[in-house]
T-cell receptor
Framework: DAKTTQPPSMDCAEGRAANLPCNHS???????VYWYRQIHSQGPQYIIH???NNETNEMASLIITEDRKSSTLILPHATLRDTAVYYC????????????FGQGTELSVKP | NAGVTQTPKFRVLKTGQSMTLLCAQD?????MYWYRQDPGMGLRLIHY???????AKGEVPDGYNVSRLKKQNFLLGLESAAPSQTSVYFCASSYWQPRKQETQYFGPGTRLLVL
């Protein structure tokens, strides 16, 4: 299983872009990168996923490096409501959807 | 459309007591999961189910049992609660297709305190 490494915490000013990095140097060719977030005391929320191309949806953008060993989740205009723990996950394929949550990055958006 | 709901929201048990946590989803999802989250930690998978009548062990299954008698419900049982089972329990569900399995919808959690 590809292991991920994330910084334990980050700060971001409200209205600025939040760039959350993730290293997954042992990722294999058919493994996707998923991002979830967990706002305090709530259940995790799916954000986005990708394989090798950059992805964008209404919540965020995902940039995956060409060698696929790292990725960055971008929240283009962070708000106070984006304060949460962000998890970068590389699930093993065809394993019944098992997600392995690490420690994640605690993002604090400050006014 | 309520999504994933969990009952109860909070419970206090004494060591040795039993209880059942109920998870319900109204999205017609095939897969369902039970996770636990200890303070300051990420979620860990307890058991999961890929369909009605089927269950499988996750990362930390000891001390728990599960049942999936109906597609929309997934029950987590503690036969003899221990203080080490004090945690927040999250249920999740997803479709069965690849990539959709990993796109899971989570419930609000059940906070369990075992004294």
């Amino acid at each position: 299983d590809a292991k991920t490494t994330q910084p334990p915490s980050m700060d971001c000013a409200e209205g600025r872009a939040a760039n959350l990095p993730c290293n997954h140097s042992t990722i294999s060719g058919n493994e996707y990168v998923y991002w979830y977030r967990q706002i305090h005391s709530q259940g995790p929320q799916y954000i986005i996923h990708g394989l090798k191309n950059n992805e964008t949806n209404e919540m965020a953008s995902l940039i995956i490096t060409e060698d696929r060993k790292s990725s960055t989740l971008i929240l283009p205009h962070a708000t106070l409501r984006d304060t949460a723990v962000y998890y970068c996950i590389v699930p093993p394929p065809n394993q019944g959807g098992k997600l392995i949550f690490g420690q994640g990055t605690e993002l604090s958006v400050k006014p | 459309n309520a999504g994933v709901t969990q009952t109860p929201k909070f419970r206090v048990l004494k060591t040795g007591q039993s209880m059942t946590l109920l998870c319900a989803q109204d999205m017609n999802h095939e897969y369902m999961y039970w996770y636990r989250q200890d303070p300051g930690m990420g979620l860990r998978l307890i058991h999961y189910s890929v369909g009605e009548g089927t269950t499988a062990k996750g990362e930390v299954p000891d001390g728990y049992n599960v049942s999936r008698l109906k597609k929309q419900n997934f029950l987590l049982g503690l036969e003899s609660a221990a203080p080490s089972q004090t945690s927040v329990y999250f249920c999740a569900s997803s479709y069965w297709q690849p990539r959709k399995q990993e796109t899971q919808y989570f419930g609000p959690g059940t906070r369990l305190l075992v004294l």
